[in-house]
RNA sequence: GGGUAGGCGGCCGAGUUGGUCGAAGGCGCCUGACUGUAAAUCAGGUACGGGGAAACGUCGGUGGUUCAAAUCCAUCCCUGCCCA
């Protein structure tokens, strides 16, 4: 088996597990937080960056690096690690949540999903063979079978026919599968649903899959929803294979999802929203663009030991922000970054100690959590 | 000194057959959003004075024509360019 969870330590309080992911490219420690490099760069970072920010495993997309650079160029330039030049593990997402983004620019049918490029407009298909094809050629060491991420709302009879659909992607990814090296995961769908989640789950666990992710969550649902499709999702999932929450990683979800199970994750938020002037702070979210950092001399987390916060003040990163620099927008990204995976490791070392309801109970206190509202603060 | 083009909100700038213009658009500024990346993106707000709010006044100044002026007229001030 090219992946596999060599499970270390479980939660007596919580449903948290500690644990090594064991890839081709070298062992993970989970419960991980995946930063996303969708076309095949984690945009803004070097990959030395990202291993100065300890980041362990990172994701890449088939359905960007199928329209280009064209995944025959990736195999042509030796795989995805060394085009590159990241040697650590990969995971790539297969398209699916393509499926859900691309809404308007792209047909579902049971053979598979037909897009207009998003580039230049020009059709193209892209089914479970075809996302094996590509992960294939491009060597990850998970690839993720083909699905739809279904989006939310549904009604139970689309969510239904979705999931189902999904299931039977799964069956013809494995039987299209033949690379030794490389992991494929399933995934579970079945919207807010909780017959269609445990269906789902019944469905694809039944596959001779390494690893299962969840996903169609985080999908514009309010954060409880997410919390008890999880409550009751995750405990149906095989105890020794890695469950992965797809598209979530805000603070306050990690820990949450941590907490009921999870043991990777995947976000495009720190990064994104970095780009955008926006950082995580122990503190609680800093628009590091807004005018009263004109004059603040201090880093952007006072707790952080990151490049950025080493060298530089919010003063300096909101003038680049506010000049256009690119080297803001680095900054920011560095300590989004770090910021989750120091978080990551605060998780790991509170389930070591048995501590993670109290860790939960204290980053919340300083982080931000308003009662008010039905969730917490969202990043 | 002569000629000529112009002076509009923080800046640039549209608007000049008078009305529906206190005024398009861009920039700047302020704020918000962002969760398996069509995202270094997107959305909203943003003239001044006056006041509780409204009225009202302000498109270089002043005065005029008109039911009505950023738009027409007179005059003054200022700026660019050309000629001497």
Request: hydrophobic content about 35%; proline content about 5%.
């Amino acid at each position: 088996m090219a992946v596999k969870l060599e499970l270390l330590q479980e939660s007596k309080e919580t449903r948290a597990r500690l644990g090594k992911l064991h890839t081709p490219h070298g062992t993970v420690d989970t419960p991980v937080f995946m930063p996303v490099g969708t076309q095949a760069t984690v945009k803004a970072m070097t990959p030395e960056e990202l291993k100065q920010i300890d980041a362990q495993i990172i994701l890449s997309n088939t359905y960007h690096l199928f329209l280009r650079p064209g995944h025959e160029l990736v195999a042509e330039a030796g795989g995805l690690h060394k085009f590159m030049n990241w040697d650590r593990p990969i995971l790539t997402d297969s398209g699916g949540f393509q499926v859900f983004s691309l809404g308007d620019l792209r047909k579902i049918t049971e053979e598979g999903v037909t897009f207009k490029s998003h580039l230049d407009g020009s059709t193209l298909f892209l089914g479970p063979e075809k996302a094996m094809e590509i992960q294939m050629a491009l060597g990850s060491d998970i690839a993720m079978a083909f699905d739809e991420c279904t989006p939310y709302p549904s009604e139970h009879e689309y969510a239904k026919k979705s999931l189902e659909r999904t299931t039977r992607w799964a069956e013809r990814c494995l039987q299209a599968h033949t690379r030794k090296d490389q992991a494929v995961f399933g995934i579970v769908q079945g919207g807010m649903f909780r017959d269609l989640r445990e269906q789902s789950v019944q469905e694809i666990t039944a596959l001779p899959f390494p690893g299962f992710a969840i996903g169609g969550l985080s999908v514009g649902e309010p954060k409880h929803l997410m919390y008890e499709v999880l409550d009751y999702t995750i405990p149906l999932m095989p105890r020794e294979k890695p469950r992965y929450l797809m598209g979530v990683g805000s603070p306050d979800c990690l820990i949450e999802g941590v907490i009921r199970g999870v043991d990777m994750f995947d976000c495009v938020l720190p990064t994104r929203i970095a780009r955008n002037g926006t950082v995580m702070t122990s503190q609680g979210k800093v628009v590091i663009r807004n005018a009263e950092h004109t004059r603040d001399m201090r880093p952007l987390d006072p707790n952080c030991s990151c490049y950025a916060c080493q060298n530089y003040s919010r003063a300096y990163i909101r003038h680049l922000f506010k000049a256009d620099e690119i080297l803001g927008l680095r900054l920011t990204t560095i300590h989004n970054l770090h910021f989750l995976q120091d978080l990551m490791k605060q998780i790991r070392q509170a389930i070591k100690d048995e501590s993670l309801l109290a860790f939960r109970e204290e980053f919340f206190a300083r982080y931000g959590y308003d009662n008010e509202k039905e969730s917490p603060v969202s990043c």
